[in-house]
């Protein structure tokens, strides 16, 4: 299964998840696993939420143990296979620690990181004032999307994805259309 390929896509992992893309011809490796799927989930009453399994079988087998969850931004939490944890650790190291903001945005950015042990049932305790931060309290979303997966207060995930068509559209066209991107 490992040598599956797809001319549209690239080489196709055993879990179908992308392993290349092409591009132009060339073969490109993809740095993070892409993820995707939105996932509602409870908490029980110490605050423990389960890892929900349709997330968890696109997670490499070696991460499912190794997760890191910190502060994300509009006020969700990010969760963090350990090795992508790392990485981004190894990006802050880039920044120049004797500008006042770098130091303040390195702080703010690693600020409740905390590495997550996944129990026997696939649930994970997340930490009290993460939560607090998040405004999560008995329900959240697991939002996969790229590279990343962000939790949310269901209310506050309601909220920021009730956007009108109208809305959207204009947003789409800022951000894709002529002149959005690339200036």
């Known amino acids: 299964m490992w040598n599956t390929y797809d001319k549209k896509w690239g080489k196709v992992g055993g879990s179908g998840r992308i392993e ?55 006020k969700c939490l990010t969760l963090y296979t350990r090795k992508d944890w790392d ?18 945005f390195i ?28 405004d999560i309290k008995n329900e959240a979303v697991f939002y996969a999307y790229g590279n990343r997966i962000e939790i949310w207060s269901k209310h506050l995930y309601e909220e920021m994805m009730d956007v009108d068509a109208d809305d959207f559209a204009d947003l789409a066209e800022d951000v894709m259309g002529e002149g959005g991107a690339d200036e």
Do not use: W
């Open 20 to 74: 290349y893309i092409f591009v132009s011809e060339k073969k490109t490796r993809v740095s993070k696993p892409l993820y995707i799927g939105e996932f509602e989930v409870k908490l029980d009453d110490k605050g423990r939420v389960v890892l929900p399994a349709g997330l968890k079988k696109q997670l490499p087998k070696d991460a499912i143990g190794k997760l890191v969850v910190n502060r994300g931004f509009e």
């Open 107 to 134: 702080r703010q950015f690693s600020n409740g990181a905390t590495e997550l042990q996944l129990d026997k049932s696939s649930r994970m305790l997340i930490p009290k004032k993460l939560c607090e931060y998040a």
């Open 87 to 104: 990485e981004e650790l190894g990006n802050l190291s880039n920044l120049n620690h004797f500008n006042r903001k770098h130091r303040m």
